[in-house]
């Protein structure tokens, strides 16, 4: 996919991806309910990091995206995601990259496994707090998205008027 040419379609893109990370979110929650150790991890991992991916790829701001920009604008891109203090912008999301996220929120992680074991209410509360961190980073990561694309279309906006 491309950067979002309009201000509304940015728009558009963060309400539909908005979306899909309460969709993600719910999948996470329902894993934590699962009373196998270490399947909510696995499938919190496979969540994250197609859930970032995508929503990478729906701002044009995926690896792939910024490989096809003009160099400049490819630097000003990945410069823009730095400035914000998001690493996974431009990136292909990996493994290391969703455990880097993972040690981020580690204690809410953590948290999450001890309270699975008390029956009923700890698989509650577990599911409550991997829809909240799924919910958080998702969010989070749309902010940023959107904020560097607003900052890309700004630049070739002048660019262009030049």
Not at 39 to 63: K, P, Y
Not at 94 to 118: H, P, W
């Amino acid at each position: 996919m491309s950067l979002p040419a309009t201000q509304t379609e940015l728009e558009q893109i963060r309400a539909e991806c908005r979306i899909m990370v309460k969709n993600r979110a719910f999948v996470s929650a329902g894993a934590a309910t699962i009373p196998i150790p270490g399947a909510d991890v696995l499938a919190d991992m496979a969540v994250l990091s197609t859930m970032l991916q995508t929503i990478n790829e729906q701002f044009g701001l995926s690896q792939q995206d910024l490989d096809q920009l003009d160099p400049e604008m490819r630097k000003f891109a990945l410069a823009a995601a730095g400035s914000i203090g998001s690493k996974l912008i431009g990136k292909l999301i990996t493994k290391q990259l969703v455990a880097l996220v993972f040690k981020k929120f580690g204690v809410r992680f953590v948290s999450k496994q001890v309270v699975r074991f008390v029956p009923l209410l700890g698989q509650a509360v577990a599911a409550g707090l991997s829809y909240g961190v799924i919910a958080r980073i998702g969010y989070t990561h749309i902010d940023d998205c959107y904020r560097v694309a607003q900052q890309v279309q700004r630049a070739l906006v002048s660019v262009k008027a030049e």
